[in-house]
């Protein structure tokens, strides 16, 4: 008499049987779980698992497809088996399909071959920082009329929050013309260290290329740090005499994109 | 005791082609159903819709992933998180599958079958009971299509399904697309499987479309109601009664309008066999 598997036991096998790479041999095959499976002309046991085999693939292929849509363009007739690849190196442990492809771009980037473009690890950042911003929490972002009634001897004492649906990305390419570029195979990239910062403006999400004094900027905002010592740090990067007058470009720049919050209320 | 829902009549599932539709005020339906964990995120646009949705009309929780039937312990952060939207959003009920979707802390993002046993119907009737404690509110527990089933199952699956509803007194969301795809695939009589369910507990019903592989049939949601599944729920209506009705389109996903169409040809059907009035159409059954 065949001793028939507890829950546990039987939804382990079944797991292994639809997320492990197909196997090559018969031999290979669940046994344990072929056992319980009810045969049924016209399809054997084999065949029934098989289907809910090929819809895991399917449906987690097409997520990765419809998350990493640019990427999946740049690695071309490779994207297949890498997806795979990663689908068997990282299980889904979320209940939410939504998290599918948060570790695909290090996957990327750890497994780099020479036939590969060495670029889409950054791109897949680049691509999952937008769906991350996409459905970040909401904030009031401040409005540029909030600035305009501050008294001039209060801005030195500004303090600014950055909204939760802002991403600040270190890239080793170009990734934000490579994102927009409408067939980004048919030209030669090189690679530059490039900052991009990724936000949400209402329901649509942005990006921009970053430079270092706004960078500089960014990190001070981010320290929590008051508009005075911000206008000292980018004086490395501008003449001391223009500092001010570009920390309030920027400040108004990121007012008008919505990427402030207000740490205090301006007075 | 059963577990009657309210009546909401014929509803569509809100997928995120619709959205437009939805903020514009322009895609109007008796109520929506939505999928939980699409909007189980801290904000942005699916919230905002979901909003709007829930001030033109009621809103229905299905959940793709509490994974009833695993051996794994329950995920108390997803009930968390659930909890949470339900009380942003004020569900008419929330739903989700008698299946398994994970083990071991890996999610399949599938609905797998159960086996029909007594060993299965204790541990997901008292997984129902923590989730329904949990919640603070009674759950409904759909059917789902299946491709295999196990040697060792006990029951036939209306049993089964009865069985646990029965026991974790939780109600039933009949879907008729999945029993007659799952007929076909194992070779019962669907109008057997329908007239063994509790009508007291059968709380909804889902109609959706399948494709024909030729050796099986799939649940893909992603086309009409067939022929032979408005006569399955031309029966479910006449065991039942009236019953807030659903239609589920998820791949291929039409236009609006085309969704309502499916939605109002339930409705049809429903005032012939049951000559409900117009104005009887948003009243609650005792």
Not at chain 1, 148 to 168: E, K, M, N, S, Y
Request: glycine residues 6%; aromatic residues 8%.
């Amino acid at each position: 008499m065949i001793a028939m598997p507890c829950l546990r036991d039987l939804q382990e096998s079944f797991f292994d049987a639809i997320a492990q790479p197909p196997p090559e041999t018969e031999a290979a095959a669940p046994s344990a779980l072929l056992r319980v499976v009810r045969e049924r002309p016209p399809l054997d046991a084999r065949a029934r698992i098989a289907i809910y085999r090929g819809m895991y693939r399917a449906r987690l292929l097409d997520v990765l497809r419809d998350d990493f849509p640019r990427t999946a363009t740049m690695l071309g007739d490779d994207f297949l088996a890498v997806a795979e690849a990663y689908l068997d190196s990282s299980p889904s442990r979320h209940p939410s399909v939504r998290w599918v492809g948060r570790a695909f771009a290090e996957f990327l980037a750890s497994s780099l071959s020479d036939d590969r473009p060495s670029l889409t690890p950054d791109l897949a950042r680049l691509e999952w920082a937008r769906l991350e911003v996409f459905d970040d929490a909401d904030a009031t972002p401040l409005h540029i009329d909030d600035l305009r009634h501050v008294p001039p001897g209060r801005w030195a004492d500004l303090r600014f929050h950055l909204i939760p649906a802002f991403r600040l990305l270190e890239c080793h390419w170009p990734v934000q013309k490579i994102w927009a570029e409408p067939h980004p195979t048919q030209r030669q990239w090189k690679s530059r260290t490039t900052i991009v910062r990724v936000w949400r403006q209402g329901f649509a999400v942005y990006q921009a290329r970053v430079d270092a004094t706004e960078l500089l900027a960014l990190e001070c905002v981010k320290a929590n740090e008051p508009l005075a010592v911000l206008c000292e740090r980018i004086a490395s990067t501008v003449p001391e005499e223009r500092a001010a007058a570009v920390a309030g470009a920027l400040v108004l720049r990121w007012a008008e994109d919505g990427i402030l919050v207000a740490a205090e209320e301006p007075r | 005791m059963g577990c009657r829902m309210p009546f909401l009549g014929h509803g569509v599932g809100l997928r995120t082609k619709h959205y437009p539709g939805i903020w514009d005020g322009t895609a109007r339906a008796d109520w929506f159903e939505v999928i939980s964990e699409n909007f189980m995120i801290p904000g942005g646009r699916p919230l905002a819709v979901l909003e709007r949705a829930r001030a033109i009309a009621p809103v229905v929780l299905h959940g793709v992933s509490m994974s009833l039937g695993s051996a794994d312990p329950l995920n108390d952060d997803y009930l968390l998180e659930l909890k949470t939207l339900a009380a942003r959003i004020e569900p008419a009920w929330i739903s989700d599958h008698l299946c398994w979707g994970s083990i071991g802390g890996h999610y399949a993002h599938d609905l797998l079958p159960l086996p029909f046993t007594e060993e299965a119907i204790a541990h997901v009737a008292e997984r129902v009971r923590i989730v329904q404690d949990r919640l603070g509110r009674k759950i409904l527990i759909e059917n789902v299509s299946s491709y295999l089933t196990f040697t060792h199952s006990t029951m036939p699956e209306w049993q089964f399904l009865a069985e646990v509803a029965t026991r974790a007194d939780c109600g039933i969301l009949l879907d008729v697309n999945n029993v007659y795809v799952s007929a076909h695939n194992h070779g019962f009589d669907a109008g057997m499987y329908l007239a063994e369910l509790p009508p007291d507990r059968i709380g909804q019903i889902h109609l959706a479309g399948h494709s024909d592989h030729g050796t099986h049939l799939l649940d893909t949601h992603d086309a009409p109601v067939c022929a032979a599944v408005w006569k399955l729920y031309r029966t479910a209506l006449l065991l039942f009664g009236r019953v807030s009705t659903l239609i589920e389109w998820d791949d291929q996903v039409p236009e609006f309008d085309e969704l309502i169409a499916e939605a109002e040809r339930a409705r049809a059907i429903e005032r012939e066999l049951l000559e409900v009035s117009l104005d009887d159409r948003h009243a609650v059954p005792a």
